[in-house]
Structures are given as C-alpha cells and as structure tokens.
C-alpha cells in the first residue's frame, strides 16, 4: 500500500465516525469535551453553527451519528450489550443548561450593509430558516414566505409536544428570524410563475413533503368519518381542531409518523391503542428508541397483518380486518409477504389512523415555466451537490429536494443551498465547493499528559431519564424526556473516545522498538512488510475486518517494513504516544469545520498535490 | 511512566484459549518502565507464549531480584505468584521453591547486573544443578535502575552515553550457562518477537534448565552510537542460527522446507520443537560445537540468535536427587515424621 496521505481533509475526518456520518458534519467529540467541561455555551455555539437547532435536535434528530459512532464497535465483545454515545442526548445538554443572556450575546447580528440582493424561501422548515440564517448575516434580504401564522415547519407542526416543547422552537426559529430575516406568515405561494415574476436573484424551494398516503381498501369512504390521514390529524392536533379520539384506536403503519400517531392518541383519550404493520416488526422504518417509547406506553405493535377492510355499521366504524401474512425470500433475497392461510384476523376499533407513507406534492409549481421534473416520480431534477434545479436561480432543499429525510438532512442542504446561491450570486462555479477549514494539533501538555482526558471509561450507556408515565399520558403537552442530569450527562460525555484526537505517524524517528505494539489494548498497531490492502488486512496484529475503516499506512523503515495502523477500534488513549521514546506517536486534535456561505466559499482552493 | 490504567476493553475478535483465558487476562499492572524499554517487550512476549500455551496462571511462579528488568513480572501473569528478593539472590529462592514445590512452572526474570553481577554465584549454582525453570537473563548491558553504569556484559570498547569506553572484558552468559550444563540454552533479541515468542514457548516446554539471554536495549542509557546492546546494532549484527517453529502436537506443520534444511527436537514430554537451520552448519545437539561455534562469531562482531544448545534427554534437580513423586509441599506429618520406631531403626543402623 501506498503511505497515507494525512494532509487530505478526509482521511482524518473519516476517523471521527460521528462527525463523517452527520450530514451537517458536526464537530461532535469537541462539543461533547465541552460539555464535559461545563461549556455549555460553548458546546451550543459549535452546535448551532453546524446544525443550526441544537434544542430542537438534542431532543428529535435521527441521529445517523449514533449507529456509525466507534464506541458501539469498542464495546463488541467485551461484555455488556455495545452501545454508542448517546450523542444527541448529550446536545440536549448544552441547549437546556445554556446561559440564554449570553448565547444572546454571542448571535450574529443583523447585516449592518445590505448586498442588495433578494433570495426568497418558500417554506419555514429547517431547510429554508438554515438558508436564511446562512445568508441574512452576509447582507442579503431573505424573505420567507410561510404558509403557517409560524415558522418551523414540520417540526412545529408535526413533531408532537410531548417530544418537543414549543418553547424550544420559539427560540431557536426567533435566533433566526431575529438576524434581519423577512417572515411572511400565513402566505402560501400559489405560483412559481408570479413568485419568479417578482425577479429575486434567487428563489429556494423548502417547502417539504406535505402529502400523507392514503389507504384505498373497501370500507374507506363510508366509515371515513373515523379514519384520519395521521399527517394530517396530527395537524389538527397541534392547531388543536382536534382534542380527543376514540377509546379504541388502531395506527397502520410502522414509521416515526406511526409512532407520534399512537403516541398521541395515549393522550387524547385512546386507552386501547395498537400499531398495526404489515410486515416484520425489525423491519418497521421507527428507529428502535421510537419503538421503545411506543411500547413503553402500553401500546402493543402487532406484524404481519396486511389491511383487508375497514368494518362498519349504520355508517360507523367498528373495526378493521387483516390478513396474516409472513415472509418469504426468492432466489435473489428479495422478501415476499405470502398469505398464511389463516382465517382473517379483526380488530374493533373507534379510529383508525393511517400513517403509512408521506409524498411530496408540487401543485403550485408550474411545469412549463423552466423547471423540470422527473417523469416518474413528478420530482423536481435537482443537483445533488449544489441542490440547484434545471433553473440555474432555484433551488431545492430538505423533504422538497429528494422526498421525506429529516430535520439534520435540511439543515445539511439548507447549507449547500447557501453555499450556491452565495457563489452563484458572487460570480463563482457553484460546482466547486469550498474545502473545509481544518487543523491539527498536538494536545501533548507533559511527558505523559494531555489536554484531553484519556483515561478510558467503563460504563455502558446512560438512560435519559423519563417523567412518570401517569403523568405525561395525561396531558399531551408535557414532555416525557427529563433530559440528562449533571452527573449522567459528565458520565455519558466521558464514554466519548475523543474520536477527533488523531493518532499521528511520524516514521522518520521511530527505532522499531514495539512498545506502541505491545501497549495499544485493541491491537490497533503492528509493524509488517507491505502488501496490497486486502492481503494486509488479514496479517495484521489483529485482523482488520472492517472494510469501511482505514488502514493507515506508514513509509517503508528502516527495517524495510511499514508501520499500520488498522483505525477501526482504535481508543484514542494515547498510550501508544504515551510508551513512544522517541515521540514517533503524538495526539493530534483535528478540527473540521464546513465552510458556509460567506466570504471563505469564495476562495479558490488548490490542494498540492501529495 | 503512564499514569492511566491500560483500558480494559480489547479487540473484539479476541479470543479464549483453551485455559479459558484471552490474551489480555495474561497481563499485569501497566509498566512503569522508560517508554521504549526493551523489557517491555520481553513481557509482551511471555504473555504471548503462555496465552498460546494455554497455561493456567494460578501454576505459575514469577522470580526475580532488583532492576528494571527485574521489576517487570509486576508487568506479565497479574493472576501468577511472584517473587521479588534481595539483589541477585533470585536463583538460591527458585531454587528453594522448586524444591518445596516442583509443580509449578518457574519462571526466573533477571537482568545482567542482578544475574552477571552481584547474583553469579547464584546463578551458576542454579543453572549447573539443573532446576527445572525458564531462566531469562533481560540483557541491555547497563545497570539501568541505577542509571547506566556498565554491567558485567557489557562489551569491552563499547561507549556509555557520557562517551567512556568499557575497558573490562565482557561476560558472555550464554557460554557460561553451556559450561555449566544447561540443557536448554537460546539467545534472542527484544526486538524480533516472531524469534522470541518461540524461544520462551519452546523453554517453558524444556524440563530442566532453561537459559534464555535477552537482549534488550536499554533506550535511557545504553540505545546510543557506541553502544553494542542498542536497537540499531543489534538488528546490523544479528545471526539468527536457526529459526524455530515451536510446535506443541496440536499445530499442524504447514510450511515446507527442503530435505536437511529442518531439525525436529523432541523434548522429554513429547512437544516437538521444529528448527529450520539458517547457518547450514549448525547443530543444536552439539555442546562443544555450539560454544565454538558462538566463539567464532562473536570474534568477527556478530550476535548470535536462535536455539543454541538442546539436550533431548534433560534432567533435572529433582531426578538427580530421586524425590519422592509427591511434592514437599504436599507430604502430610506422617510422611515427614515416620515415627519413633523407626527413627530408633535408622539410629541403630548408624550405631
Ligand atoms: C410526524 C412526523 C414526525 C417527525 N419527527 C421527526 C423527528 O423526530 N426528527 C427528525 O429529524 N425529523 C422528523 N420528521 C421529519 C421532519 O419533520 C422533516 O424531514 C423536516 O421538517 C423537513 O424540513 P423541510 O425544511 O424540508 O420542510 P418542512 O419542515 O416540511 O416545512 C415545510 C414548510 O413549508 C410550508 N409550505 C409548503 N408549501 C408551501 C407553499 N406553497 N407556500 C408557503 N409555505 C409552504 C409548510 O407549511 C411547512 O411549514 C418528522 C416528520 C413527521 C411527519
Ligand atoms: C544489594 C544491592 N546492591 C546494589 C543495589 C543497587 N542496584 C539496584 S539495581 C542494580 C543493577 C540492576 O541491573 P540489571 O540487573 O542489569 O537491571 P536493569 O535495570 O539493567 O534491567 C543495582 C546495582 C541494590 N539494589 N541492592
Ligand atoms: S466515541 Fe465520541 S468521537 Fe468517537 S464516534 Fe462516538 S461520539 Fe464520535
Ligand atoms: S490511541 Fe494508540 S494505544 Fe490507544 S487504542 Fe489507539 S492505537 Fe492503540
Ligand atoms: S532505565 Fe533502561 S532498563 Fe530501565 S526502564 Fe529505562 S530503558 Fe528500561
Ligand atoms: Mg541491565
């Protein structure tokens, strides 16, 4: 193999796991060190320049973070069930324990010169309120325009209360709307036409993924009365058009939406609440902690029922039937529900709430007027880099662009949104993107001391803790999480692995001594005679299995072998650096930071070639 | 030295061997010696030979006198008994253990002040009385605890780290242990654990005496230009003898060599030590043979390496003096004390 290349951004980026697999590339080891240390402002200010709601996803993100975190792969083996860093939890942390007067302080504040230029949003989700909180500050005028008196989207008015305080939306959509951003409520645009005619320099589409599947199966229209759409219902129940629901209440469907239905439901009055699904219960679409919570409130989650019916009487609903089905896999593993055969099964019921599938709809979007969409699915055709439309001025961003994701997946194209608008409008290519801003430092503060807390925890995973269930079912405004205390949050913070604390090669001065070797608890090092990857990979001092983790790859010593370092489950403890004589192995910090829209994307930047 | 604990957590494809063990729950305290310290490896390579070896731990004991190297069984077999004594008295207490307890696996751990030094007497009682143990000599040529004064193997003409050339003859253990009748007796390098994780497998498995020279850089005080016990000299000077396969019945033989290239020893309880010869010349069945063999190289500068000497048909202390099959530890009052009458038996045969 070739030595590794330590100077492209990458390489070291894809070592902090959490930081790779978040889409907004939040410097996550760095604000869980802060937190650890009682920064909370600091820990928020990092959050929210990369992620833009650190509240709001310190309680709801779908933290793809979480699965890809090192820690989960450390604790294989090794005992208890291996559990990663309760990442988003621990955001949660420095939102609630902030000081408000100073991260005030610490806002950017309105553009004192104006640009000139005028970008409107259509939407106030997390996707277009990211693209004005980007742009505002450089001195463009954004004005957003909001079919809602308030801004939030979704997230206002889809995620439930009991999940997501409304307190914690006010403030951190205020933080943004306060930086000189035009807010138009209650305005839904009916035209792409008339809005292009009003020659903004650039438009952004963030207007999400509004349209919740309906389920046509016999009984639909007449006991319609009792059949909601649950994106829909869900609502009605934030503007609270609707304050109870039946006592029997049947969810169909096994995604998140599913979840805050039956959730909901618990709270509006439904005592016997059941999820329905069609298929397997591990292959719902809720993430696991969602299923959880569900079940936790009593509410069973029944697989392998295919909706047949909807029952009723004299007009009314009575129940549903369904069909048992289970799973069958054809030669090429594609699964196939096949009827078992058994007599269908029915469920009485009051209500049923349908959540299986949300759909974007476009009806305000003229299809002649430049902008072109895909011919299956009716989707707008937007770049997946810049999020640009075949209309070079609009753009697309959040559950608009590509279908229903998440609030972490709006901010992240709200960002590349940004970006273009800020070079197409400056004169630049919008396909060449900016490189982001790193550095690398040594955290060496004495023989065997760093500036970073190395010693490794033992814990397994803290539980956030929860309100008492006969309390929070009562009203569907308290919130069911407590979040974590000072003492869980310092325990949880220090099963972090300080990811982001880089293990740096210097081969010119090392004697071959092994004592990194013999040292490094996961068998991380070995010293070896080179071979192509996937030989190498198998003689190592441990095998490195994991294809998707790097082996870093030393050039040839003196010996004539090469040092490798297999990053897969490495501790980030230090200890090699620590038994190094001769300091071939020191801790390096890496810090990655996007660059955003703003002067520093302007920049062209040519990398020397390695 | 490190402050932290090493983390327990291990590779997750670590595995148990057939003891019930992984690797790691074969090792001791983190060490506290200089980063570097060849002796160091030295412990991760006894960890590596007993892990493989499936030894229990609660059968082992660790011996040693006064020095870094000395300190290091602190480092290796947390869950083994251990033993330091006074400065070179290592030998004379393994020497009394064995006796009491032949059960146990001896491991004696010196360095070459502790054993070349004040401790030769012990040493070459221990050695030429056959006690069934693994004796490792961890051989840097200094005193290293004390901050590097030469030792007794130190080279004569090689440089201190202040720039003084040693202007005493050296003491070469290795010959020293084949003098003495040692019947097992290897010499290898702390650098090259794929050669030494072998040896010591190879020595535990040797009944008798087992004599295993070390060399092991000291990187405070003897790792210079100068020096002939450092990384670099070493590595330009080594002449590995043979190179060993250790292979203890249940391994598979699955390299092939050329006919007359391999020796196969086989040791009194049946393990084969599998040998390929690097110098064409070499037999480690000849006692003579290999101390000449060993005089002539180190005349033309070179370190030898490898499994120098070992007799098939070892002996050790306890055949010489014909005990009793039960341990000392374990005989009861009535084997120890058999009575009046027969004492007054033993009495008139004397009269
Ligand atoms: C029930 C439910 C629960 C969810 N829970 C989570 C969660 O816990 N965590 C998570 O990360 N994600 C969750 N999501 C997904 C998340 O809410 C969305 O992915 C995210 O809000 C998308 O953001 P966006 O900016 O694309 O648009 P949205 O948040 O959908 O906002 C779009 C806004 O545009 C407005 N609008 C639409 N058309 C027009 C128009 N023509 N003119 C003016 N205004 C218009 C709408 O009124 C809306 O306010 C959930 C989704 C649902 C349905
Ligand atoms: C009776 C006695 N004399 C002298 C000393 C001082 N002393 C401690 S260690 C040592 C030499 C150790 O050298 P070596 O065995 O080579 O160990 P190293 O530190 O080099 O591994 C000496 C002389 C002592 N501790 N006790
Ligand atoms: S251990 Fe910490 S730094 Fe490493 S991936 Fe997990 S959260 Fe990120
Ligand atoms: S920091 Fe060094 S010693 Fe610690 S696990 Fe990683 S490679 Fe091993
Ligand atoms: S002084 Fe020398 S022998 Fe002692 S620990 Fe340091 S390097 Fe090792
Ligand atoms: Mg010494």
């Given amino acids: 193999m070739k030595p590794t290349d330590i100077r492209v951004p990458d390489y070291f980026h894809k070592v902090v796991d959490c930081q790779w697999a978040c889409p907004a590339h939040t ?48 604790e294989e083996n090794n005992g208890a069930k291996p559990e990663p860093v309760a990442i988003c939890r621990l955001k949660r942390v420095c939102a609630d324990n902030k000081d408000a007067e100073a991260i005030r302080a610490r806002m950017p504040k309105p553009a004192v010169k104006k640009n000139g230029r005028r970008i409107a949003c259509v939407g106030a989700g997390p996707a277009s309120l990211t693209v004005a909180r980007d742009l505002a500050p450089l001195g463009y005028h954004v004005t957003v325009f909001e079919a809602d008196a308030k801004g939030g989207g979704f997230m206002r008015t889809q995620v439930p209360r009991f999940r997501l305080p409304e307190a914690v939306i006010d403030e951190e959509v205020g933080y943004i709307l306060d930086l000189g951003v035009e807010f138009r409520g209650g305005t839904r645009i009916a035209s792409m036409r008339a809005l292009l005619a009003q020659k903004f320099d650039a438009v952004f589409v963030g207007s999400g993924a509004p349209r919740g599947r309906d389920l046509e199966i016999p009984g639909r229209r007449e006991a319609a009365a009792n059949i909601h759409i649950g994106l829909d219902w869900l609502a009605s129940v934030y503007f609270e058009h609707v304050k109870k629901i039946g006592r029997r209440v049947i969810v169909l469907g096994g995604g998140n939406t599913a979840m805050d239905c039956c959730r909901s439901s618990r709270r509006l009055g439904g005592e016997d609440v059941k999820v329905i699904v069609r298929s397997g219960f591990e292959e719902m679409k809720a993430s696991p902690w969602e299923k959880e919570d569900a079940m936790h409130e009593g509410i069973p989650i029944l697989n392998y029922l295919v909706p047949k019916a909807f029952v009723h009487e004299h007009g009314k609903l009575t129940g549903m039937t369904f069909e048992k089905v289970h799973a069958e896999h054809d030669a090429k593993g594609r699964r196939r529900l096949v009827p078992t055969g058994e007599p269908d099964q029915f469920f009485e019921c009051d209500d049923v709430l349908i959540a299986i599938g949300q759909e974007n709809a476009f009806p305000w979007i003229e299809r002649d007027i430049g902008i072109e969409f895909d011919a299956e699915w009716d989707m707008p055709v937007v770049d997946k880099m810049t999020m640009q439309s075949s209309n070079p001025k609009v753009f697309f961003g959040g559950d608009a662009a590509f279908g229903p994701k998440n609030i972490i997946w709006a901010v992240a194209h ?13 004169g630049g290519d919008i396909r060449e993107r900016p490189e982001p801003g790193v550095s690398l430092i040594s955290q060496k503060m ?165 | 030295m490190t402050w932290i604990a090493k983390p327990k957590l291990h590779h997750p494809t670590l595995t148990c061997n057939a003891a019930g063990f992984t690797r790691r ?40 006198g006064i020095g870094c190297s000395s300190k290091t069984p602190t480092y290796f077999l947390g869950q083994s008994h251990g033993f330091n004594t006074v400065h070179g008295r290592m030998p004379s207490v393994l020497t009394g253990a064995n006796l009491a307890n032949k059960e146990l696996l001896y491991l004696g751990v010196s360095g070459d002040g502790d054993s070349a030094s004040i401790g030769i007497g012990q040493f070459v009682h221990a050695i030429r009385r056959g006690v069934n143990m693994v004796y490792i000599v961890e051989n840097n040529g200094v005193y290293g605890l004390t901050k590097g004064q030469f030792s007794a193997t130190a080279d004569l003409g090689s440089k201190s780290k202040k720039g003084v050339t040693n202007t005493d003859s050296p003491l070469d253990m290795v010959g020293l242990a084949l003098q003495l009748g040692a019947s097992f007796v290897a010499r290898g390098f702390s650098g090259d654990k794929p050669q030494l994780v072998p040896l010591i497998k190879a020595a ?82 000849d006692r003579v043979a ?11 500068g070179e370190v030898v390496t490898g499994l120098l000497y070992v007799d098939e048909d070892s002996h050790d202390l306890h055949g010489h003096l014909n005990t009793v099959p039960t341990p000392f530890n374990r005989l009861g009052a009535k084997e120890l004390s058999p009575g009046s009458a027969t004492l007054e038996k033993i009495n008139a045969a004397l009269r």
């Fill in chain 1, 27 to 74: 410097p996550v080891p760095e604000y869980i060190r802060l937190i650890a240390a009682g920064r909370h402002d600091d820990a928020y200010m990092i959050n929210w320049k990369s992620n833009v709601f650190p509240g709001i996803l310190g309680r709801t993100c779908d933290r793809p973070c979480e699965p890809a975190c090192r820690r989960g792969r450390v």
């Fill in chain 1, 414 to 426: 709200g960002h590349d949104a940004a970006v273009s608008i800020d070079k197409l409008l400056n």
């Fill in chain 1, 446 to 610: 004495g023989i065997h001391e760093w500036s970073y807390d190395n010693d490794i925890s033992n814990d397994a995973r803290y539980a956030v803790p929860w309100r008492d269930k006969a309390q929070t079912l009562k009203s569907i405004k308290t919130e069911v999480e407590l979040g974590f205390d000072a003492k869980s949050a310092l325990a949880e913070a220090e099963r972090c692995l300080n990811c982001d604390v880089q293990t740096v090669f210097t081969k010119d001065v090392c004697i071959e001594c092994d004592a990194c070797v013999d040292i490094c608890p996961m068998d991380c090092i070995s010293f070896t005679s080179n071979g192509e990857e996937a030989d190498l990979r198998t003689h190592l001092s441990a095998p490195a299995l994991n294809l998707t983790q790097a082996l870093y790859v030393s050039d040839t010593l003196k010996t004539g072998r090469v040092m490798v370092k297999d990053e897969d489950v490495c501790l980030h403890c230090g200890l090699c650096a620590e038994r190094c004589p001769t300091g071939a192995w020191d801790m390096r910090k890496f810090f990655l930071e996007m660059t955003h829209a703003g002067p520093g994307c302007h920049k062209q930047v040519k990398r020397e070639a390695a």
């Fill in chain 2, 25 to 64: 729950d074969y090792e001791g305290a983190v060490s506290t010696l200089c980063a570097g310290c060849g002796h160091d490896s030295i412990s991760a390579a006894i960890i590596q030979a007993c892990w493989e070896l499936d030894i229990e731990p609660h059968r082992v004991a660790k011996l040693s």
């Fill in chain 2, 204 to 285: 535990i498995k040797h009944k008798g005496s087992a004599f295993l020279d070390v060399i092991s850089p000291c990187v405070a005080f003897n790792n210079h230009p100068g020096s002939t016990k450092s990384y670099d000299y070493v590595r330009e000077h080594n002449e590995a003898a043979n190179k060993l396969d250790f292979i203890d019945g249940r391994d598979e033989i699955t390299v092939d060599y050329a006919e007359g290239e391999l020796i196969d020893v086989t040791q009194h309880d049946g393990n084969v030590i599998r040998l390929r010869k690097l110098a064409a010349s070499y037999s480690p069945h």
């Fill in chain 2, 290 to 300: 290999a101390m000449n063999y060993l005089h002539e190289r180190s005349a033309k």
